[in-house]
């Protein structure tokens, strides 16, 4: 039986759980795995069993509040300790994705608005609170998005950015299962997403299963299926956004998102407001992580594709420049990039 019943994390607060869909045997294999480990927690954070990056705040945020409930520590200063110790390993595991640091801030703030007697239970509603705002803003990411798009019926997303990237709606994918609910005949085209095929393994499994029209295509593709006139729009989600309006998303997104504008194509980024970063002033500024070469060369093979005397690079994210970006379908509204500071203040 589902504890989850279709979202990609939750708390049991009855045992005291974590709760999470490994992401990496999907779509061969649904497993719910539950745990009040912090190995295992910042495991699944490491090595992408939770990603996207609304579900890792969100999933961060009750792993701090189960590891919390289980301290044996009766100090309030021992207490602020480990959580704050807790926070700094979880964030330094996906640099990249802003949610993480939000996430574990909040919580940290709610402890520093406790204390010893009441710490635990402030951290779990907290935990809660986080997980219910997450629900609540995407669904209006995708009551905006639907709005603006009203005349789409086709469009392309890159990587993951639906319900397993999120509690539930999802971002970029929020305005399809909305326009979807509103019996609106849609397709989406899904970016293969290499090397970690996001999109084909993740973004087609949830759509197909919400029995949405559904194109799996490789990544050289989407400048095709644009010139072609195939794609009304092209939705993405992100990671992190600068105070100028440049977005880190998925390795690749800036490439489509160049050839949008080419082609003429609304390039649409999908975010709640806690993905924004008024601290980073530009996107050159992004710390991009840098994930290991077996992920191009071994991965999905049974035997490795390049020779060993070939190197790899391999950037998690890379930056859009705010110039390709049409706007942001957030939480209070579609903005253009640079008026999101303005909404920040």
């Known amino acids: 039986m589902s504890f989850l019943n279709g979202a990609t994390v939750g708390f049991d607060t009855k045992n005291n759980k974590a709760v999470f869909v490994d992401q990496t045997l999907l779509p061969n294999e649904y497993r719910e795995v539950s745990t009040d480990s912090f190995t295992q927690m910042y495991d699944a954070i490491k090595t992408l069993k939770v990603r996207g990056a609304p579900a890792i705040g969100v999933f961060a945020a009750i792993s701090l509040a189960v590891l919390m409930n289980n301290s044996t520590a009766e100090m309030y200063d021992v207490l602020i300790n480990e959580l704050s110790e807790f926070s700094r390993e979880l964030c330094a595991c996906r640099p990249t994705a802003v949610n993480l ?39 209006k990411i995708g009551e905006y998005g639907a709005e603006i798009l009203k005349d789409s019926r086709s469009f392309l997303t890159h990587c993951n950015a639906g319900r397993l990237a999120a509690v539930k709606y999802g971002t970029a994918l ?42 799996v295509i490789c990544d050289n593709t989407a400048s095709y299926v644009m010139k072609k006139g195939l794609v009304d ?113």
């Open 101 to 139: 640091k939000w996430a574990t801030e909040k919580m940290l703030a709610a402890a520093q608005n406790s204390n010893a007697q009441n710490f635990k239970r402030n951290l779990t509603e907290c935990a809660l609170q986080i997980m219910e705002d997450d629900i609540t803003v995407c669904r």
């Open 174 to 215: 929020a305005p399809v299962y909305v326009m979807h609910e509103q019996g609106k005949d849609i397709h989406v085209f899904c970016d293969e997403t290499r090397p970690l095929l996001q999109g084909a393994r993740l973004t087609s499994y949830e759509l197909t299963s919400a029995g949405i029209d559904t194109t």
């Open 233 to 345: 729009a092209v939705l993405v989600g992100c990671d992190r956004v600068a105070l100028n309006g440049d977005a880190a998303n998925k390795i690749g997104t800036s490439g489509v998102a160049i050839s949008a504008k080419h082609y003429g194509i609304p390039f649409y980024v999908c975010m709640p407001f806690s993905t924004f970063d008024p601290n980073i002033p530009n996107g050159d500024l992004i710390t991009v992580e840098r994930r290991d070469g077996n992920e191009i060369s071994e991965m999905w093979y049974k035997k490795p594709m390049i020779p060993t005397a070939a190197k790899t690079l391999n950037p998690a994210f890379d930056v859009t420049d705010n110039s390709l970006i049409t706007a942001y379908i957030t939480e209070k509204g579609v903005f253009k990039p640079k008026e999101l500071k303005n909404i920040c203040r």
